[in-house]
C-alpha cells in the first residue's frame, strides 16, 4: 500500500556493531540493557541514531514554520498539496 502524498515515512535499517561481542556480554543474563551498555557495546549506533534525531527535529522544526501559514488551505480543499 503507498502512503499519503503528505506523510512522510522513513524505514531504515542500520547495523554497526559487534554481534558476538554483544551476545556474549548478556549471555544468561535477564539484565535489562541499558543506555550506557548500547554507548560502550554499540557507540556506533548511538551516534547514528543521535545525528538521525537531529535532523528529523531540526527537520520538523523548520518545516512545520514554513507550512504553518498553508496548512489551513490544505486542510481546506483535502489535497495536501
Known amino acids: 500500500m503507498l502512503r ?3 506523510e512522510w515515512t522513513v ?17 544468561n543474563s535477564y539484565a535489562k540493557i541499558t543506555r550506557g551498555d548500547m554507548e560502550r557495546l554499540a557507540p556506533g549506533m548511538c551516534e547514528g541514531l543521535r545525528r538521525l534525531k537531529e535532523f ?4 520538523s ?12 488551505s490544505n486542510r481546506t480543499n483535502g489535497t495536501g498539496k
Open 11 to 27: 524505514r531504515l535499517c542500520y547495523v554497526d556493531f559487534d554481534g558476538d561481542r554483544f551476545l556474549r556480554e548478556f549471555e
Open 56 to 59: 528529523v527535529v531540526r527537520y
Open 4 to 6: 499519503p502524498e503528505t
Open 61 to 72: 522544526s523548520s518545516s512545520n514554520s514554513n507550512s504553518s501559514s498553508s496548512s489551513s
